[in-house]
């Protein structure tokens, strides 16, 4: 038995067709275009996973990689699960603001660009609302990967610094996020599309957030997990995770997974409503730029999570959000608005819900990603936006 064959592999399938395509070739979408799931058996050894670094990589073979060597890390993971007390009620929080580039992305972006050095990919492309390229570009960065990021005009420019300083090269486009997706999806006809929404590799890595909570309590489960939903890369993450340990016989059903999504921009939440596409308000400006997508490309995949966890969506006003900034700024959690947005959803669920739930949430982005909306917020006469 070879290194590399100690560890899992998954074939490409279609989410559509079922056609399936060998993990060996540089693709990220179907013949037909559609989008591509990996088929997958997860393995688990609870001994070994406890004596490794404290790092996402400890669930090695859970994850879809063949080699080692082709592991390309910033130390990222396993980070705090914390307690907090919202409005009188203990919350458990994943401290995910602490990844190396200052959000959850890292997970997926880990993963994502260690399958592509195991590709021998030499660049790729991407496109984000900001956090995703910071994320992409730390990685390649680290990797060695030449790489794309396109962004809207008008992302926070402390992200938009960081993406610079990891050496990517910044393509900002006017118009909304899904112009945005529009020009990269056309830069990704001729390079590896190392997108977080259709590329499969990236929810393999946000799956780790299910096997830390676990690990973290104790290889139990909460009853509820409340994770923002723009794209819903970290919620399709968790259910894929949360599913792999049932699969392998570490747990058994799912814990209640509820989305949150800001008002201004909120298409699952009224598709999640109304149980059918229909019309839907036209989107707004938010504070919370890192959910602000009208057309998630996952969108099915998520409300079927969602749904099959009896769980729910919810959404969340401006003025909650801000109200949420401040109250966990006050109590020491510097993190930027997108994240705030999670924490009034989580205060919104604990108001109805009823009963001694075990509920887990997460602080998905650092502060210090968007300084300018902070000094705006908490200092008006320095300036800022
Ligand atoms: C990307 C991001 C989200 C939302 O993730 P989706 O995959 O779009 O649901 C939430 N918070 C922060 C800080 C992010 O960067």
């Known amino acids: ?191 590896y599309y190392a997108s977080h929404c259709w590329n499969p590799y990236f929810l393999h890595g946000t799956k780790t957030f299910a096997f830390e909570v676990c690990e973290q309590l104790g290889w139990e489960l909460p009853d509820t997990v409340i994770l923002p939903v723009g794209n819903g890369t970290l919620l399709l993450g968790a259910y894929l995770g949360f599913k792999d340990l049932i699969r392998a016989g570490v747990t058994q059903g799912f814990p209640r997974l509820v989305g949150v999504q800001a008002a201004a921009c909120a298409p699952l939440y009224h598709t999640f409503l109304s149980r059918s596409p229909g019309t839907l308000p036209k989107a707004g400006e938010t504070m919370a730029e890192g959910i602000a997508v009208e057309h998630p490309v996952r969108g099915k995949q998520v409300l079927a999570a969602i749904r099959e966890t009896k769980g729910t969506i919810l959404s969340v006003s401006e003025e909650e959000i801000a109200d949420s900034l401040r109250l966990v700024t006050a109590m020491g959690f510097y993190v930027e608005p997108t994240a705030a947005a999670t924490v009034a959803g989580v205060r919104s669920y604990l108001a109805s819900a009823t009963g001694r739930e075990r509920v887990v949430s997460v602080f998905t982005g650092h502060g210090l990603k968007s300084t300018e909306k902070m000094l705006h917020m908490f200092h008006p006469t320095a300036g800022g936006r």
Do not use: H
Request: charged share 25%; with cysteine.
């Open 1 to 191: 038995m070879t290194e590399s064959s100690r560890y899992p592999t998954g074939r490409l399938i279609c989410a559509s067709s079922g056609d399936t395509y060998p993990d060996t070739e540089p693709r990220w979408r179907s013949d037909t275009g559609k989008l591509l799931d990996i088929d997958w058996e997860p393995r688990f050894d609870l001994d070994l996973i406890c004596r490794r670094k404290g790092t996402l990589w400890r669930y090695r073979e859970a994850i879809p990689l063949r080699n080692d060597a082709n592991i390309v890390s910033l130390g990222e993971g396993f980070t705090p699960l914390t307690d907090v007390t919202l409005d009188g009620r203990r919350v458990l929080f994943k401290q995910d603001q602490l990844f190396p580039s200052g959000s959850y992305k890292d997970r997926g972006a880990t993963v994502l660009i260690s399958k592509a050095r195991e590709l021998a990919i030499e660049r790729v492309v991407q496109d984000s609302s900001g956090n995703a390229g910071c994320s992409i570009a730390a990685y390649c960065a680290r990797a060695g990967i030449a790489c794309e990021i396109f962004v809207p005009a008008q992302t926070s420019p402390a992200k938009l610094a960081q993406i610079q300083s990891y050496g990517a090269r910044l393509r900002l486009i006017e118009g909304s996020r899904t112009d945005t997706a529009c020009a990269a999806l056309a830069a990704a006809e001729t390079t």
